[in-house]
């Protein structure tokens, strides 16, 4: 029999050692991660136990009579253990839905892990979802090279990488975070946006997980030209945030760093996920975006959020 109750700041350690032994869950779901901003939050995460034991968790909020999992993550749902099957994933949906009932909520915002993230399958979820009626609510188009299988540069690429790496540009791991987001600001700002984390969020998160937070950059001397800031998940590592300068765009200085990343720094990884390229929740979709990711090798994951009214 499994139980469902909130989770408190003492579960941390708990609720970490679940997501590392999970089958779908990463870094975003850590306690470190998720809490940066959870003063923009009101934290309504849920502990899912058989005999006291963890055997899954689930990261949610609640704004007004909205349930999500998780505002602030990309991807959220129902992190499991092995221990969490068919059958018992529909029991433990039932007693999530009468939690949040019982706290006043109208509908649930299901922000599904893509199975490219999952260690394991792990799709009991989704099965779960449909039982209960719950709809399709927003999909977003992800890009991802498969590093394993036969994946190829097209020719205009390759063409940009060469003419990069005759330009002299080196390509080095950075911990310093101030120069790259300058650009990256800069660069958001000619489209009126800005980056989703502040300078100041991002070094906080880099100190927590060094290992799994990393700056690339290519440079000229010392001129930044472009940068890439991956999450290491490890089996499959995701491009957080990319960066180019003008010259950098000259010379194909973004071209270049990535086909290093993909080639040679993670090329004994599984996956080299490259993000979303739609916006208006999934109805519009950046074509020029995404083409500069498919002329790498990439191909289509989706990113589903579902909305279960409760």
């Known amino acids: 029999m499994f139980t469902v109750r909130p989770y408190a700041q003492a579960d941390s350690s708990a609720w970490d050692a679940l997501v590392e032994r999970s089958r779908n869950g990463n870094l975003l779901h850590r306690r470190g991660y998720m809490d940066y901003h959870a003063d923009r939050f009101v934290d309504r995460s849920l502990m899912i136990e058989r005999h006291g034991e963890v055997a899954a968790v689930f990261p949610a909020n609640i704004h007004d009579r909205t349930a999500t999992s ?160 991956i999450y290491d998940f490890g089996r499959i590592v995701h491009t957080q945030y990319m960066a180019v300068s003008e010259q950098g765009r000259r010379l194909d200085a973004l071209s270049f760093l990535l086909a290093e990343l993909i080639e040679h720094t993670y090329a004994a990884r599984l996956h080299f996920s490259f993000g979303i390229s739609t916006e208006q929740e999934g109805r519009v979709l950046n074509g020029g975006l995404i083409a500069q990711k498919e002329y790498f090798g990439a191909r289509a994951v989706v990113h589903d959020v579902y909305e279960w009214r409760l």
């Open 70 to 229: 998780h505002g602030g993550l990309t991807y959220a749902g129902l992190i499991t253990s092995d221990a969490l099957r068919a059958e018992s994933t529909l029991a433990v949906f039932g007693q999530i839905g009468d939690h949040y009932r019982a706290l006043g909520v109208e509908r649930l915002i299901y922000k599904a892990v893509p199975h490219v993230f999952h260690a394991y399958p792990a799709e009991e979820d989704l099965y779960a979802l449909h039982r209960l009626g719950a709809q399709l609510k927003r999909r977003d188009l992800s890009s991802v090279i498969p590093l394993q299988e036969a994946f190829h540069f097209t020719p205009g690429r390759r063409h940009a990488i060469d003419k990069a790496k005759k330009a002299g540009i080196r390509v080095q791991a950075d911990a310093g975070l101030e120069d790259f987001h300058a650009l990256l600001s800069d660069v958001l700002r000619r489209h009126n946006a800005v980056p989703t984390h502040s300078l100041a969020e991002l070094r906080l998160l880099q100190a927590r997980f060094p290992r799994h937070i990393v700056l690339h950059e290519a440079r000229i001397g010392d001129l930044l030209l472009a940068g890439v800031l």
